[in-house]
């Protein structure tokens, strides 16, 4: 099958390096013929009047003869320049700055272009009405740019960091000191091994072993936060280490322990009592590393969430019309280009996450024998928090009946939540809500049912002690009553 000059637009590849690409077809090879479509395994390119044949072609569907997809991986040495990113973004902040949604501590929803934002002079924002304001970086909750996080590539590795960082990308060579990561997004990173808490392979996004909960359960490993232990502040990926043995999960089930002394791409090599391993990458599923604790952080500090490559902590921002500049809490600088952000969770200013409070108490009354612990950031279930169809990052999923109580000191100035029944609940759910604050009843509810309108509550708590959210049994007792309190924050 020969196609001359034609011209393709590729799509942008998930191998490392790629991007999309235009270029003329000289030959093309069938792989198989399948009724109408026909998917090809060797294409031949010129690409900016050079030859690429070869060029790991990922999919070509031809359908009576008729293009209907490309994915074609172009090395960037070949093309120049960084991975380019999909959608309409480009045009919509050529203006000078970004188009941005933006979250206060008095809960406004202010829509327009951010102009400039540091840490001196905190937040520059033209609305579309013309008129500009200036917003402190502390009243200061969450930036969003409307972009949408787009589908990690197959064969991604993850690196869970000990500063609650969650990195996707391909892993390189590792030695004793750094791990070579290249990313989408951010490009390529040398990220401090000691830093890493856990290494998951491709593998672990495959339906074996995607829903397994913790592998290491029982080689001194466990997530926290997913308890009545809170996570690290606003990120739910953090892992404690409990002995001093780094482990490795195998595609079998086995895990084992010892040092591991590098990896990469090709394997995993870990020293044990019985001696040096190699293990192979495909055989590999997950590693925990036992690194130490990480530094206390310091604040303020961002959370920024990219479209590709998962999310990072950032010590230090500063964007200015369309450049966004970071700093991560190793030191070092990096440049992000402003359409790969999908959202930046500014912390340490007013607004606090109740999620990551302690409370003083937590009492759960079973109707029967069954009893339900509280869960940060996820339902009682652990999954996901979903109301109404809405997916939620931060929040606590209860079982009724249930109590929790906070010691709020007098220090905090406003409590704010939403609540719901969360969508894995079923039609039976009806519960009854109450705020307490210093003891007296300040919100109450009475059957809140699954569907319902998700309510918004903002109560004056200046100068209060204690704060209680109790979920009691409704109209049906205590079946199926999975409660979400959504997005629950405390304001200095």
Same mark, same amino acid.
């Given at each position: 099958m ?19 690409? =235009?270029?003329c077809v000289?030959?093309?090879? /069938?792989?198989?013929v399948i009724g109408?479509?026909?998917? =090809?395994k060797r ?12 060029? =790991? ?17 172009v ?10 990113v ?7 902040t050529?203006g000078?700055g970004?188009?941005?949604?933006l979250? &206060? ?10 102009m400039?934002?540091s840490?001196? *002079?905190g937040v520059?924002?033209r609305?579309? &009405? ?5 917003? +402190? ?5 969450r930036?969003s740019?409307g ?7 197959? @064969?991604?590795?993850t690196?869970?960091? $000990? ?5 996707h ?19 390529r990173?040398a ?6 808490v ?6 672990? *996004?495959?339906?074996?072993y995607?829903n397994?909960?913790?592998p ?5 490993r466990?997530?926290?936060?997913q308890? $009545?232990? +809170?996570?690290?502040? !606003?990120l739910?990926?953090?892992? @404690? ?14 895990t084992?322990?010892g ?6 791409s090709?394997?995993i @090599?870990?020293?044990?009592?019985t001696?040096?391993?190699?293990? /192979? ?7 925990a590393?036992?690194? +130490?604790?990480?530094?206390?952080r310091?604040?303020?500090y =961002?959370?920024? &969430?990219?479209?590709? @490559? ?5 010590? #230090?921002?500063k964007?200015?019309? &369309? ?8 030191g070092?600088?990096i ?11 500014f ?16 009492e ?9 612990? %509280?869960v940060?950031n ?13 997916v %939620? ?13 906070y010691?709020?000191?007098?220090? %905090?100035?406003t409590?704010?939540? $939403? ?5 894995d609940?079923?039609p039976?759910? #009806? ?8 003891g ?6 009475d059957?809140?049912?699954?569907? *319902? #309108?998700? !309510?918004?509550i903002?109560?004056?708590v200046?100068?209060?002690?204690r ?11 205590d079946?199926?009553?999975r ?8 304001i200095?």
């Open positions: 020969i196609m001359t000059h034609t011209r393709l637009t590729t799509r942008q590849s998930t191998q490392r390096g790629a991007r999309p690409s =235009c270029g000289e030959e093309i090879e /069938p792989r198989a109408d479509e026909t998917t =090809c294409i031949a390119l010129t690409v900016q009047g050079e030859p690429a044949r070869n060029r =790991c072609l990922n999919r070509l569907t031809l359908v009576r003869g008729m293009v209907v997809t490309v994915a074609l991986f090395p960037s040495t070949l093309l120049g320049g960084p991975p380019a999909g959608g309409n973004r480009s045009s919509a050529t000078g970004i188009p941005v949604t979250r &206060t501590v008095s809960q406004e929803a202010l829509t327009g272009t951010l400039s934002l840490s001196s *002079q520059t924002l609305t579309n &009405t013309d008129e500009v304001h200036q917003i +402190p970086l502390a009243d200061m909750v930036l740019t972009e949408g996080i787009a589908a990690r590539g197959s @064969s991604d590795a690196l869970s960091l $000990s500063d609650g960082g969650l990195v990308g391909t892993l390189g060579k590792s030695n004793n000191d750094v791990i070579a990561f290249t990313t989408v997004d951010l490009g990173l990220i401090p091994l000691e830093s890493v856990r290494i998951d392979t491709p593998r672990a *996004q495959t339906p074996a995607r397994v909960g913790d290491f359960k029982n080689a001194g466990g997530v926290t936060g308890r $009545s232990t +809170p996570p690290q502040p !606003q739910d990926a953090s892992y @404690s280490s409990r002995d001093e043995d780094d482990h490795i999960l195998l595609t079998n089930g086995d084992i322990g040092f591991i002394e590098s990896f990469g090709n394997g @090599s870990i020293e044990t009592e001696g040096l391993a190699t293990l /192979p990458i495909r055989h590999v599923v997950s590693a590393l036992a690194s +130490p604790a990480a530094p206390a310091k604040n303020p =961002c959370i920024a &969430t990219l479209r590709r @490559s998962g999310r990072i902590l950032l010590t #230090d921002l964007i200015a019309g &369309t450049s966004v500049k970071g700093q991560l809490p190793n070092e600088t440049n992000i280009e402003a359409e790969r952000i999908v959202q930046i969770e912390v340490g200013g007013r607004w606090e996450w109740l999620a990551t409070h302690q409370p003083i108490s937590f759960h009354t079973p109707m029967l024998a069954l009893g339900w612990e %509280y940060v996820h339902n009682v279930l652990g999954g996901r928090l979903a109301v109404d169809g809405a %939620y990052e931060h929040g606590i999923g209860v079982h009724s009946r249930a109590n929790l109580t010691d709020l000191r007098g220090a %905090y100035r409590f704010v939540t $939403s609540f719901g029944m969360d969508d609940s079923g039976l759910a #009806d519960v009854d809500v109450r705020i307490r604050v210093d007296r009843v300040r919100f109450e509810r059957h809140v049912r699954r569907g *319902q #309108d998700m !309510q918004s903002r109560l004056d200046q100068g209060a002690d704060i209680e959210l109790i979920v009691g049994f409704g109209g049906n007792g079946i199926q009553d409660f979400n309190w959504i997005e629950p924050a405390l200095r």
